[in-house]
Nanobody, 124 residues
């Protein structure tokens, strides 16, 4: 059984918005730091955003440039990634992941559990 399940991806045009969701088991987002990563074809997986279990957020400012917002719903145990002003360069598979508190949130190796990903394609 998958522990993290992403949804919300799709094909959009440049300038559009999407909201990705990551459904997690109960209380996961209250106990773990949660992150979003993405992997474009032919490129390495990169950090996008993270939210700690207590709420502070971190972004890959160079990539998201203030366009993305990470949030979570503790009651529903869901993590969201609101993506605005999408660009063709945002085309990638987006992954949700969970990390133990106290580990570097921007580092992929900190994350123990991963979803299967959801495809986001942005046309120009």
């Amino acid at each position: 059984q998958e522990k993290l399940v992403e949804s919300g991806g799709g094909l959009v045009q440049a300038g559009d918005s999407l909201r990705l969701s990551c459904q997690t088991p109960p209380k996961t987002v209250m106990w773990y730091n949660m992150g979003w990563f993405r992997q474009a074809p032919g490129k390495e997986r990169e950090f996008v955003a993270a939210i700690s279990r207590s709420g502070p957020v971190t972004y890959n400012d160079e990539s998201v440039k203030g366009r993305f917002i990470i949030s979570k719903d503790n009651r529903k145990s869901v993590v969201y990634l609101q993506m605005n002003g999408l660009e063709p360069e945002d085309t990638a598979v987006y992954y949700c992941a969970a990390a133990q508190p106290g580990t570097p949130s921007t580092v992929m190796s900190s994350y123990e559990t991963w979803g299967r990903g959801t495809q986001v394609t942005v046309s120009s």
